[in-house]
């Protein structure tokens, strides 16, 4: 009798432990339903990002687009085009970017980070002799939000302000480095054939 009560015991156990194992292999599998992984292949990224630097109190906008290869679920790297406008002058800024992703749900985090050379279009002439361009070393770090085919980013952005003085009191170039603060909105292109 106490052979039975105790196989009958054991069999009631790991009935249940069966039976928790089949709910939550059905719980994995629903929860692996909303996971998006990211397939390798091709992307880019186009983006725009209104900027404010606080040195200057400025406003500034840059637009921007990226083409690279995700090389697995967490990893991206590309070179990218851009275009900074502030007042009446503009930079081209050419940069490598590199993207690391933290999760594959959904909504994926991730950290950006973009560096490179601005080259500048134009210049802003205030007054004669005295003209404002951007130019030199490109940093952009931030962290975003991925929502399936959409970015949202925040982060900063460093480049250099070259003032120079043509008249002859002053006749001299000087550099500043501008950080600015920028929040970004972008759409993702998938080139590769698998999403």
């Known amino acids: ?8 015991g054991i069999l009631t156990c790991c009935s249940g432990v069966f039976g928790q194992m089949i709910h939550g292999s059905t719980l994995i599998t629903e929860r692996s339903y909303h996971n998006e992984p ?4 091709l992307r880019g990224f186009a983006e725009l990002s209104p900027m404010y630097n606080f040195d200057d ?50 909504i994926k985090p991730y950290f950006n980070l973009r560096a490179g050379y601005v080259i500048s279009a134009t210049s802003e002439y205030y007054n004669p002799g005295y003209t404002q361009r951007i130019k030199g070393f490109y940093f ?16 900063t952005t460093e ?14 170039t000087e550099n ?11 759409y993702n292109f998938n080139f590769s054939n698998r999403r």
């Open 176 to 186: 500043y480095s501008i950080w600015s603060l920028f929040l970004g909105f972008g």
């Open 57 to 106: 109190e400025a406003f500034m906008i840059e637009a921007s687009g990226t083409y690279g290869f995700q090389f697995n679920s967490w990893l991206y790297a590309g070179a990218g085009l851009g275009v900074i406008r502030w007042d009446d002058s503009y930079g081209l800024p050419l940069f490598a970017n590199t993207r690391l992703y933290a999760g594959q749900r959904k």
């Open 140 to 155: 952009s770090p931030s962290v975003g939000l991925e929502i399936g085919r959409f970015n949202l980013s925040l982060g």
């Open 1 to 8: 009798m106490k052979q039975i009560i105790l196989s009958l």
């Open 38 to 41: 990211l397939q390798t292949g």
């Open 159 to 172: 480049f250099n302000e070259e003032q120079k003085y043509t008249n002859k009191v002053y006749g001299d």
